[in-house]
């Protein structure tokens, strides 16, 4: 069970890294399920993900109280203006801006609901 949880925390990390860069996918929540997943199956690869600069105290605030820092808040909202924004100038089916915007919106609530950490 050890080799499956393992592989889906590879999976998530590296949908996370990919988040980095690409404003659809989002950091975080990948990182967290990476944590979880490597919790059961690798210590050193949970430890080193705990222990990492960037993704280590995004996790640790959000394992201590649920908490996400007002400069990933920023960060999380600027992508989803983004995202939204280019796909007003792709000229997407209205229906699926609409759906786009009720999905962002219930995003935009729960980042910004969440405590500062």
Known sequence: MRI??????LI????????VVLPLLPTVPFMLLAAFCFARSSDRMHNWLLTHKVFGPMIEDWNRSGAISPTAKKAA????????????????????????????SAVLFFIWSRPNA
């Open 4 to 9: 499956i949880w393992l592989i889906f925390g």
């Open 12 to 19: 998530s990390l590296g949908l996370g890294l990919i988040g």
């Open 77 to 104: 909202t600027l992508s989803i203006v983004l995202v939204f924004g280019i796909s007003l100038i792709l000229d997407v089916k209205t229906t699926v801006l609409v759906i786009q915007a009720v999905v962002l």
